[in-house]
C-alpha cells in the first residue's frame, strides 16, 4: 500500500488552472524526486498534500487519511522543509529547533547536536541573524530530529553551500534506511540523480512523465566521441544518430540509448582505436522536455 497517494487532483484559482490531473505516489521506504520548471506547479501540489490548499478535484491520501480533513493528524507524522525558510527573528536556532520537535512530539536530543554539529550550525545565535543557508540548515536539523514516517523536502538545500548539499545527501540516505519516505522537491538534477527511486516531471500543471531514472532514459541521448583505424562509413543511415561532427580525433555523435547496441556493433567493424562515451543524466532528459518552451527552462 502506498503511504502518500495523489489521484486526478486538480487544483484551480480562478479561472487558471494550476494543476490538471496529477497523480503520484510514494511508497514507504522509497524516496521520490519532484521537478520542473518554476510555476510548473511543484509548490501548489505541496501545499495540497500538507493540507493547506483544497484540492478542486481529486483524491489526496497520507497515511490513508485524507489530505485537507485530517490534516492535523497527519502533520504528526511529517515533517516539511520549505524552499525558503521563514522563522522567528528574536528567538535563536536552537530555541526554534527545540519549538519544532515538541511541536512534532519528539524530543531526540541526541540526533539534534549530531545535526547541529553536522550542519555547522551555531544555535545560540537570534534567527534574524541569520543568512538564507543557515535558516535552511535549522529547518533541515529540526526535520531530520524529529521521528517523522514522511519527509516532504521543497527545494530544501536553497542557500546551502556544495559541502552542506552533501550533509543533506546522507540525511536522506540515512531515513531511507530506516524505511521511512521522502517527497524532494529540487531544481539540483544532480541531487535528485543520487537520491530518488523514482522520479515525476511536471510541467504546466500535468504529469508529463514518471519512472524510475531507467525507465526515463529511453528520453536521452548518449553522447559518444569514436576513433577508428578505418574512416566510419553509413553512420547516418543508422536509427537514433544524432548532431554527427568531424572532430581532430575522430567522430562526434548523440545515440538514442535505445539503439546504443546496434550502433556499437557497426562502428566496432571499423577497428576502434579510442571510445569515450558519457551516460545521460537526468539534466538532458529534463532539458530535452523543455527545450525549445519559451521562458520555461
Known amino acids: 500500500m502506498s503511504l502518500l497517494s495523489v489521484t486526478n487532483l486538480s487544483k484551480n484559482f480562478g479561472k487558471f488552472t494550476a494543476l490538471d490531473g496529477v497523480n503520484l505516489e510514494l511508497n514507504k521506504g522509497e524516496v521520490v524526486g519532484f521537478i520542473g520548471p518554476n510555476g510548473a506547479g511543484k509548490s501548489t501540489t505541496i501545499r495540497v498534500l500538507?493540507?493547506?490548499?483544497?484540492?478542486?478535484?481529486?483524491?489526496?491520501?497520507?497515511?490513508?487519511?485524507?489530505?485537507?480533513?485530517?490534516?492535523?493528524?497527519?502533520?504528526?507524522?511529517?515533517?516539511?522543509?520549505?524552499?525558503?525558510?521563514?522563522?522567528?527573528?528574536?528567538?535563536?536556532?536552537?530555541?526554534?529547533?527545540?519549538?519544532?520537535?515538541?511541536?512534532?512530539?519528539?524530543?531526540?536530543?541526541?540526533?539534534?547536536?549530531?545535526?547541529?554539529?553536522?550542519?555547522?550550525?551555531?544555535?545560540?545565535?537570534?534567527c534574524r541573524t541569520y543568512s538564507k543557508g543557515n535558516r535552511q540548515k535549522v529547518a533541515l536539523v529540526a526535520a531530520f530530529s524529529s521521528d517523522a514516517d514522511l519527509f516532504i523536502l521543497d527545494e530544501p538545500t536553497s542557500g546551502l553551500d556544495p559541502l552542506m548539499e552533501n550533509v543533506f545527501q546522507e540525511c536522506v540516505m540515512d531515513v531511507k534506511e530506516q524505511g521511512k519516505s521522502v517527497l524532494l522537491s529540487s531544481h539540483i538534477l544532480s541531487e535528485v540523480e543520487k537520491l530518488c527511486d523514482r522520479v515525476s516531471i511536471i510541467r504546466k500543471g500535468k504529469i508529463?512523465?514518471?519512472?524510475?531514472?531507467?525507465?526515463?532514459?529511453?528520453?536521452?541521448?548518449?553522447?559518444?566521441?569514436?576513433?577508428?583505424?578505418?574512416?566510419?562509413?553509413?553512420?547516418?543511415?543508422?536509427?537514433?544518430?544524432?548532431?554527427?561532427?568531424?572532430?581532430?580525433?575522430?567522430?562526434s555523435f548523440q545515440v538514442d540509448t535505445v539503439q546504443l547496441e546496434a550502433v556499437m556493433k557497426h562502428i566496432s567493424q571499423f577497428g576502434i582505436?579510442?571510445?569515450?562515451?558519457?551516460?545521460?543524466?537526468?539534466?538532458?532528459?529534463?532539458?530535452?522536455?523543455?527545450?525549445?518552451?519559451?521562458?520555461?527552462?
Open 50 to 126: 500538507l493540507g493547506i490548499l483544497k484540492a478542486t478535484k481529486g483524491e489526496v491520501k497520507i497515511f490513508n487519511k485524507d489530505a485537507w480533513h485530517d490534516a492535523v493528524d497527519i502533520h504528526k507524522r511529517v515533517a516539511y522543509v520549505p524552499g525558503d525558510v521563514n522563522l522567528w527573528p528574536n528567538l535563536t536556532g536552537g530555541e526554534v529547533i527545540d519549538i519544532f520537535l515538541k511541536l512534532n512530539g519528539s524530543a531526540n536530543r541526541s540526533k539534534r547536536e549530531e545535526l547541529i554539529k553536522k550542519f555547522d550550525l551555531d544555535p545560540t545565535k537570534k
Open 273 to 297: 582505436v579510442k571510445l569515450e562515451s558519457a551516460p545521460p543524466t537526468l539534466e538532458d532528459l529534463f532539458m530535452r522536455h523543455y527545450e525549445g518552451v519559451g521562458g520555461e527552462r
Open 208 to 251: 508529463i512523465e514518471s519512472g524510475s531514472l531507467s525507465e526515463l532514459r529511453h528520453l536521452t541521448r548518449t553522447q559518444m566521441l569514436v576513433d577508428t583505424r578505418e574512416p566510419i562509413t553509413g553512420l547516418n543511415e543508422l536509427q537514433g544518430i544524432h548532431e554527427i561532427e568531424e572532430r581532430e580525433h575522430g567522430l
